[in-house]
């Protein structure tokens, strides 16, 4: 076991290693961030002085010896939107708040998949099924910025139910966490409900159902947790999907103070560093939530090991 | 869908499920707010809330160009001058009258007695001082700087008189002190000061949730009258639609930056013609544009009328072919935007020769409010009368290089740029009608000859009527294709009494809610 996750630490290493270069090689080479914080009719000069001021006058080889050296000391840079602040800073007094709402989004997502996909896979090919089908592709195919902007003027303009925006009381993360669920647990329903159509057509629940078992019993305690697995596999992806891209857009529709809206004004700011920074945390999520799933298989079942 | 009865029994099951699946989930988190606000609507508990697009970079008053660290800043700090909302003259402030010209290269500024920052600092001359000396300072790297000119350095003569230096006679130094904000010379020192300002305004900064907004209260010792809005929240909501959806719930009573588009939705339309002009700078000294017949013809060939109601949903006014407003110091009343004549410009074009010849547009999108579309519209204007536009549109980023080539490079024959003029001084458009401006391509000798007369001018008056020569010339004889001013747009709760200034300040001791 602990072989095995160090193992996996390991990759996830090369990983982070791999993604930092990318992310070092793409904003060194697409962007010119001098272009961004000075007036429009700055002088040539005061265009160099910013790039002598960020690093970016040197060899790329250099650059990049000097970025890898502060990426072990963990020193992502300073942010030059918010002068004088380190960007790592930046970065996780905002991860909170995007934790939150993509948890509670993938634990409403499951709430809602699970059932949904049950209840289709019981009646697989009846009207059931269909109507169940249709919600779970209308939900996964409604882009996360209508969706959320569907959501306030529903709950938030209309019906006064929610706040339309920020963060401030309780209630506020319930639009953005459905803006960001809905479209998930569309494809999580899809899975739940193949998967389970496979189990259910397997001989075992047949034995099952000629020991005169009831259907609850049979569905939830030998098929569903036979489904557990790939459930979770989707789910996992996607969580990430949810870190790495569709946070951004419902923070920034919601005006939630997670490190998705912070994305935005980087983008905006150019703030090169503060968008590396980003992207490295980021990508160091997505491995810790990898290795977390790879845990969680051998919890939920105990045939797969772990070595 | 299948219209079997027994399998609609079962699509109305599941439906009716899923609809009490929401409602529960709604329900949960209902009870969080129901004692709060009572739901989302019908106002809000935190007072006053103003929702702007961004946080801002940063709270210390003087180091960042940024509109959203100004919109909490003009209420907690002051300059020595202030711009009167409605006449957009002059006037002082932490100053008690305008400063006067005592030598061509020093000034000297008498101050308001009495009034401290919030922390006990006495503002006198010395904090005056230390606030001038501060900004112009190199090391402090202030990107305000461009705003000073030829601001040297101030000193104190006694405790209400500020003495200041520039480094040539200049004119505009009153202006340029409307801008700047004085700051506390103990506590600006402190590494904190960029999170927890200290000012002497009407307002002090109570909380900064980041990501989320700022909480100001009013300032209990303040030396002026006391704002009619005491609690007042600044939430950052970049989104605009999203702004909107809160002014009609109440949640927000005024927000920023509203799309024409979207205007319609709010509850109130605040509007003021702001700082920015678009326009299509031309290249007057090689190419088909050296013909002024040529330049001429291209306005009267664009629609600004048009481009004001259908592009800007109305929400801009037709330039008076000057980059510049009323109450700009240099414009020139006596100016009259071209009229659109498509067959004066196909006469024109006639006898200045056009041969048909294509002329390159450098275009940026993505940038300036709706870049892209106001390109596509006087692209096509110009095709009407016979002009061929060979369009290069790109994203800023590769946009700028090409726009910032000066004179003599390779700049493209008409090139679109948003020229903004926040110093409300004709001199900043220098730099679009001085063959040496920066973002020139235009060489006029007698243009450059006004400039230089309104530099050397030795009184305001002389001055200004250098650069209302200018604009004249620069109207008979066009550096731009004129377009439009743009108006700031503000969407507001119905109760909300405020008329947005021309600096675009979001000043809140001038708003009050009603009763």
């Avoid at chain 1, 669920?181 to 999580?188: C, D, N, R, V, Y």
């Avoid at chain 2, 005592?102 to 009495?114: D, I």
């Avoid at chain 2, 009609?248 to 509203?258: N, P």
Wanted: net charge negative; charged share 20%.
């Amino acid at each position: 076991m602990i072989l095995f996750l160090l193992r996996r630490l390991a990759i996830g290493l090369v990983v982070i290693f791999l993604v930092s270069t990318a992310v070092f090689l793409v904003t060194r080479v697409v962007t010119s961030p001098e272009k961004a914080y000075l007036p429009i009719d700055a002088s040539v000069e005061q265009r160099e002085a910013v790039r002598a001021d960020l690093g970016l006058d040197k060899p790329l080889g250099e650059q990049y010896g000097v970025f890898l050296g502060d990426l072990v000391q963990g020193d992502l840079g300073d942010s030059y939107w918010q002068p004088g602040k380190s960007t790592l800073t930046l970065v996780l007094e905002r991860l909170p708040s995007t934790l939150l709402l993509n948890s509670v989004a993938i634990v409403l997502a499951l709430l809602i998949a699970v059932p949904l996909g049950i209840i289709a896979a019981l009646k697989a090919g009846g009207a059931v099924d269909r109507v169940a089908t249709t919600i779970s592709l209308l939900g996964l195919s409604a882009p996360q910025f209508w969706l959320g902007f569907l959501l306030i003027l529903l709950f938030g303009v209309n019906l006064q139910w929610f706040p339309t925006s920020g963060a401030d009381r309780p209630s506020s993360i319930v639009l953005p966490a459905l803006a960001l669920a809905l479209p998930t647990a569309g494809k999580i329903a899809q899975m739940m409900r193949s998967t389970m159509i496979d189990e259910l057509g397997r001989p075992y629940m047949l034995t099952a159902e000629s020991k005169g078992m009831g259907q609850t019993y049979r569905v939830v305690r030998h098929a569903l947790r036979n489904c557990t697995v790939p459930v979770l596999t989707q789910s996992s992806f996607e969580y990430a999907r949810m870190l790495a891209g569709f946070t951004v857009v419902v923070e920034t529709v919601f005006a939630w103070p997670g490190v998705g809206s912070m994305t935005v004004n980087a983008l905006e700011q150019q703030d090169l560093m503060l968008l590396q920074a980003i992207v490295i945390v980021i990508a160091t999520l997505i491995v810790l939530v990898n290795v977390i799933t790879d845990i969680l298989y051998s919890v939920v079942d105990p045939r797969i090991e772990v070595a | 869908m299948s219209t079997h009865p027994r399998s609609r029994w079962r699509q109305a099951l599941v439906l009716g499920s899923a609809l009490s699946l929401a409602i529960a989930i709604a329900a949960c988190g209902g009870d969080d707010d129901a004692t709060s606000t009572g739901g989302g609507g019908g106002g809000s508990s935190d007072g006053f809330v103003i929702a702007i697009a961004d946080e801002p970079s940063t709270l210390d008053p003087q180091a960042q160009e940024d509109g959203n660290e100004r919109a909490v800043n003009d209420n907690v700090y002051e300059a020595l001058l202030v711009r009167d909302s409605e006449t957009n003259e002059l006037e002082p402030r932490l100053a008690t009258e305008l400063p006067t010209q005592v030598e061509p290269t020093v000034w000297e500024f008498t101050l308001r007695e009495g009034v401290e920052f919030t922390n006990g600092e006495p503002f006198d001359a010395e904090a005056a001082a230390y606030s001038i000396n501060r900004i112009v300072d190199p090391d402090y790297e202030s990107a305000q700087l461009d705003y000073y000119g030829p601001l040297q350095s101030a000193e104190a003569v006694d405790a209400t008189t500020l003495r200041v230096t520039t480094s040539e006679p200049d004119l505009v130094l009153p202006a340029r002190f409307a801008r700047l904000k004085m700051v506390p010379p103990e506590a600006s020192q402190e590494d904190s000061f960029t999170e927890e300002p200290i000012g002497t305004g009407p307002y002090t900064v109570t909380a900064w949730d980041r990501g989320q907004q700022v909480t100001l209260e009013a300032n209990p010792d303040y030396w002026g009258e006391a704002p009619p809005e005491s609690e007042v929240t600044i939430k950052f909501i970049s989104e605009a639609g999203t702004r909107v959806a809160g002014l009609r719930t109440g949640e927000i009573d005024l927000a920023t930056l509203l799309p024409p588009e979207q205007a319609a939705d709010a509850p109130q339309v605040l509007t003021k013609e702001g700082v920015e002009f678009p326009v299509y700078r031309l290249k007057n000294y090689d190419g088909t544009l050296v013909s002024k017949e040529i330049r001429q013809a291209l306005n009267y060939a664009v629609d600004k009328d048009a481009i004001a109601e259908d592009l800007f949903s109305g929400y801009a006014t037709v330039a008076d072919c000057q980059p510049s407003q009323e109450g700009t110091t240099g414009y020139n009343p006596d100016l009259e935007p071209y009229a659109y004549d498509p067959d004066k410009a196909r006469e024109l074009l006639e006898e200045a020769g056009y041969d048909g010849e294509p002329l390159s547009l450098l275009g940026a999108t993505g940038r300036w409010l709706k870049d892209a579309e106001m390109h596509e519209v006087v692209i096509g204007y110009l095709e009407e009368v016979g002009v061929s536009v060979t369009p290069d549109i790109r994203p800023f980023s590769s946009y700028i290089d090409e726009f910032t080539r000066t004179v003599g490079d390779a700049q493209p024959d008409i090139g679109f740029v948003s020229a903004s003029n926040e110093l409300f001084d004709a001199s900043k458009m220098d730099s679009y009608y001085a063959s040496d401006g920066a973002l020139s391509s235009y060489v006029n000798d007698d243009a450059d000859a006004l400039i230089a007369e309104a530099a050397a001018a030795e009184s305001p008056e002389d001055r200004e009527a250098a650069y209302q020569e200018l604009f004249a010339l620069g109207c008979e004889d066009p550096p731009f294709i004129f377009t439009v001013n743009l108006q700031d747009i503000y969407g507001a709760s119905e109760g909300l009494d405020w008329t947005p200034r021309s600096d675009g300040s979001l000043y809140i001791p001038e708003m009050s809610l009603g009763s």
